[in-house]
């Protein structure tokens, strides 16, 4: 065992001296059968026969999706595969279970302690483990490579918020990632703070974040007709703001007045990522002059009323293909330091997208978006209005730009393949037929 284990399973020991009793505690108040598989002890194990077994360790519910995006593609290179699909939250658990329903053995992901990970270890048996994001276990990866295993960390990401913790911890970090027979990255920034953390650079590659290996198929199937309907833009140009945050109303509002002065006939959609904020927009758009309708206030039979401007959709499940009927679009919790909003749903239907000064949360998606002409950052509400105007004045030049941002949807689209291929490889390599 070497020296940042030794160190490391220490500090365990020394904190789980007074955990066990608090922690089981909590746990038999709810259920005393939740405790046992943490301890690596599952009830169910892969069921014997051929096939190689592989591991999948999704943190929580948006790990999952990235997990059945990944395990669909492997399926379609490996269809003998066998799958183990783990996570660490209850809410997680549930999820895998809905999307992995008799195709997957579901577990919890096991405490790293070095009795409880090799129990897990020895019943699962994996012939190869796919952490997906950025899961670091020291144990759990010192005992799968002692076992044979393929260790693989897929879709991983150091943001730049993260990074100077890990760094810290450069001595514990370093001797895992080294551990890893791959590191598939999101992006270059992600791959230099790996190879910066102790990760072996010929061992690193970037390939896109499997996050949105969903999202071009969202938007195909995704069907705009009844939004149209309630909408009744008769040829009038929609704006679109996604999942916008309490304090973003008045940079919005400023925003869609520049345009209206230009395009009087222009319409903003707007969807509050709280529903409980469709008063607030209301009364901002009131504020604003601006004659505002509910999306619950709309029927066939009653669509919106030619001199509404503002449409607040305070209903869920609706902003995707609303987004598929905009000019334009700008994502929120982004101009109030909330780190930001998916910019690739927009971008999916091929439609120019601006987003406030923090996208932290997707920071990846964003400079991607930037760098390729179809997203555009927005220091206030000023710049947001010119850039709808841009794209409102210039129909040619908003294709341009929505087709550059769904070029990037379907680059990174590829990176469930990629990361399957990873997976693949690593089979064949360890001639894991069993």
Request: proline share 7%; glycine share 10%.
């Amino acid at each position: 065992m070497d020296q940042s284990l030794i160190l490391y399973n220490l500090a365990l020991g020394l904190g789980c001296a007074a955990l066990p009793p608090l922690w089981l505690g909590a746990r038999l108040g709810r259920r005393y059968a939740e405790v046992w598989p943490r301890l690596g002890l599952y009830r169910h194990t892969p069921e014997p026969g051929p096939g190689p077994r592989v591991w999948l360790q999704a943190v929580s519910v948006g790990e999952v999706a990235v997990a059945r995006a990944v395990a669909e593609r492997l399926w379609e290179l490996r269809p003998d595969v066998k799958l183990i699909v783990s996570s660490s939250t209850a809410k997680g658990l549930e999820r895998a279970a809905e999307l992995f329903a008799g195709r997957a053995l579901v577990a919890p992901f096991p405490l790293d302690m070095p009795w409880a990970a090799a129990a897990a270890v020895a019943r699962l048996r994996p012939q190869v483990y796919a952490s997906l994001e950025t899961e670091i276990w020291p144990n759990l990866l010192a005992l799968l490579r002692r076992s044979g295993a393929g260790v693989l960390l897929l879709n991983g990401r150091f943001s730049e918020r993260s990074f100077p913790g890990y760094r810290r911890f450069r001595w514990l970090i370093a001797p895992a990632l080294a551990r890893f027979d791959h590191l598939s990255m999101i992006g270059p920034a992600d791959a230099q703070r790996a190879v910066a953390l102790g990760a072996p650079a010929a061992r690193v590659s970037v390939d896109g974040n499997a996050k949105y290996a969903g999202l071009l198929e969202r938007a195909r199937t995704s069907d705009p007709a009844e939004a149209a309907a309630l909408l009744k833009l008769d040829g009038a140009p929609l704006l679109v703001a996604g999942s916008m945050r309490g304090g973003e109303e008045a940079v919005v509002m400023e925003a869609f007045a520049k345009v209206r002065a230009r395009f009087p006939r222009a319409v903003l959609a707007v969807a509050p990522r709280h529903l409980e904020r469709g008063r607030a927009w209301l009364r901002a758009a009131a504020a604003a002059g601006l004659t505002a309708q509910s999306w619950t206030h709309l029927r066939p039979d009653a669509p919106r009323r030619p001199e509404t401007a503002v449409v607040v959709v305070d209903v869920m499940g609706r902003l995707m293909a609303i987004y598929g009927l905009g000019a334009a679009a700008v994502v929120g919790a982004s101009f109030v330091g909330l780190g930001g909003q998916n910019p690739m749903e927009p971008a999916a239907w091929g439609k120019p997208v601006a987003f406030g000064p923090d996208m932290s949360d997707f920071a990846d998606a964003s400079q991607a978006l930037i760098e390729a002409g179809g997203g555009r950052q927005a220091a206030d509400g000023a710049a947001l209005g010119d850039f709808w105007l841009a794209a409102l004045a210039d129909p040619a030049l908003a294709l341009a730009w929505g087709r550059a941002g769904q070029g990037v949807v379907e680059r990174w689209s590829r990176a469930a393949e990629a990361a399957a291929g990873h997976i693949a490889r690593r089979l064949d390599r360890r001639g894991a037929r069993t």
